[in-house]
């Protein structure tokens, strides 16, 4: 999932007040059904300017090639990065909170297995995937969602596998009450590495290791970058 690249008068920063629950899933789920085509469209080539990601994702890959099944959480409509794992030869499938963003992901990749789930509540059972990538999947989360959603991530791991969080530096909300001329609210958020790295430690993973980079000019949102990876122990389960 990504930010708008560009300023739009709809949308605006705002602190995160500190008892916020964060939206339901419903809202976020409204949000991507509404825009889900337009979305695509806008975000589906964007590992095309970002070298970073391609390097990162490729050892990603290099790790759980031939490892056995992998999911890409909140994939978007795009499933950019689902076909980016399976090109390298990975046994990638990608999920998705959004029933219309599955749809317009299965229609651009009919090859690629997609499916709708809730990071909050993953319908998977315990250690069922050899790994998972999560770019840019946590930017609806409030700290306490944050937590929840990594200790989901946790549990269907397998022992000793890998997982690779990306998402956007900060710890403001930009709004967005409008997107490709459509109405759609939802509040982008982002989050400190230390915030991150602590649900991870909080949710059993170890491993822990963060990656920074500044954002790519004219390519992307202007937000600091990060990805983290971790591990669930061996003997885990």
Do not use: W
Not at 170 to 177: K, M, Q, R
Not at 192 to 221: F, N, Q, S, T, W
């Amino acid at each position: 999932m990504g930010v708008p690249s560009t300023a739009d008068p709809h949308t605006g920063t705002h602190p995160i007040p500190a008892a916020d629950p964060g939206p339901p899933p419903e809202q976020v789920r409204a949000f991507y059904d509404a825009v889900a085509r337009e979305y695509a469209d806008s975000f589906a080539d964007e590992l095309d300017g970002k070298p970073m990601d391609r390097a990162l994702l490729e050892r990603f890959a290099a790790d759980v090639r031939g490892a056995g099944p992998v999911y890409d959480l909140g994939c978007g409509p795009g499933g950019q990065t689902t076909a980016f794992l399976l090109a390298r030869g990975v046994d990638v499938r990608g999920m998705d909170l959004s029933s219309e963003a599955v749809a317009e992901a299965a229609r651009r990749h009919p090859h690629i297995r997609f499916e709708t789930g809730d990071m909050l509540a993953l319908p998977l059972e315990d250690g069922a995937t050899a790994g998972i990538v999560a770019f840019y999947a946590i930017v609806h989360f409030a700290p306490d969602q944050l937590r929840t959603a990594m200790g989901e991530m946790a549990r269907v791991l397998r022992p000793g596998a890998p997982l690779l969080v990306a998402f956007h530096v900060g710890d403001e909300v930009v709004h967005v009450d409008e997107m490709f001329g459509r109405q759609a609210s939802v509040n982008f958020r982002f989050h400190p590495v230390e915030r991150v790295k602590a649900a991870m430690r909080d949710a059993r993973l170890g491993e822990v290791e963060a990656i920074v980079r500044e954002p790519y000019p004219e390519v992307e949102h202007p937000t600091r970058r990060a990805y983290v990876f971790a591990r669930t122990p061996i003997g885990s389960g």
